[in-house]
């Protein structure tokens, strides 16, 4: 104690007087001190979850895996129909609507997504018999036809794309130009160049004829005419480069290959020779 009063009076009279002024405020007794320190330092809680309370969100998150899974699921899965060269078939839709398919065509579509969207896809042809109700729509890689319930023709090989209309109204698009038109009842559509014109048809059933195993040909080019008959007759036939010449003419499926063929070729001066009972090859003579 007295060598620290020593070293207090060693101190000049400023700094004795600023020392001792000093105090260390405490508002508090050093028991709460310490019971204030001891309860901030005490662990937080940590909430637990209820199961019940688990169970239902786990639930629900399972529920919305199952509802998306499904829908998807309905949205994607395709039915397809086909038929092979020489065969023709007739199948039903969803909603009661037909559809004939001519041979070496196909038809695919959402069974499950039907009544919320009624589309199909089409390659080849195909007769259409739509019963009424939403919009229905035919769409290939060329063209897109929209109906509400009607009946029509749809010819969509390649970039050959034909859409005739028997009853009721429809509507046609080009794919790539977005050129559209409205057909009535012995309408045709015919794409050409991306843009579709509309024909007046005289003999409407010619456009269906195939469906009573019946083959004609309207103004055809010859090559399209030759890809039609192997088609029809499940054969393979070599033509020449550079038909470009148009055939119009009506057959009867079960008339023999060789002599259809001998009556196309005739007014072209084209020859028809036979390598094997499936294959044919056309010269110009």
Request: charged share 25%; glycine share 4%; with cysteine.
């Amino acid at each position: 104690m007295r060598k620290s009063n020593a070293n207090y009076k060693n101190l000049d009279s400023d700094s004795s007087e600023l020392f001792s002024m000093l105090r260390v405020p405490w508002s508090k007794a050093k028991s709460e001190v310490w019971e204030d320190t001891r309860v901030k330092m005490k662990p937080r809680s940590v909430i637990a979850l209820k199961p019940r309370s688990l169970f239902w969100q786990v639930s629900v998150a399972a529920a919305v895996v199952i509802t998306f899974g499904l829908g998807l699921f309905m949205k994607t899965y395709t039915t397809t129909v086909q038929t092979l060269t020489a065969q023709h078939l007739s199948t039903q839709l969803p909603d009661g609507s037909s559809v004939d398919l001519n041979a070496g065509s196909e038809i695919s579509y959402h069974p499950y997504w039907w009544m919320v969207n009624r589309k199909v896809n089409l390659k080849g042809e195909a007769f259409f018999e739509v019963e009424k109700g939403s919009e229905f729509s035919v769409e290939s890689s060329v063209g897109i036809t929209e109906v509400l319930g009607t009946s029509f023709n749809i010819f969509a090989r390649n970039e050959r794309y034909e859409v005739t209309c028997f009853t009721g109204e429809v509507r046609v698009q080009a794919v790539s130009t977005s050129n559209s038109v409205i057909l009535h009842p012995k309408e045709k559509a015919i794409l050409r160049t991306g843009q579709l014109e509309v024909d007046k048809v005289t003999n409407i059933e010619d456009t269906r004829a195939w469906l009573s195993n019946k083959i004609v040909f309207t103004s055809v080019l010859l090559k399209e005419v030759f890809q039609e008959i192997e088609r029809q007759y499940s054969v393979k036939i070599s033509v020449p480069k550079g038909l470009t010449r148009v055939y119009t003419g009506s057959f009867d499926k079960n008339e023999s290959l060789d002599n259809i063929l001998k009556i196309i070729c005739r007014p072209f001066e084209l020859s028809v020779q036979k390598s094997s009972a499936t294959e044919y090859r056309i010269d110009k003579k």
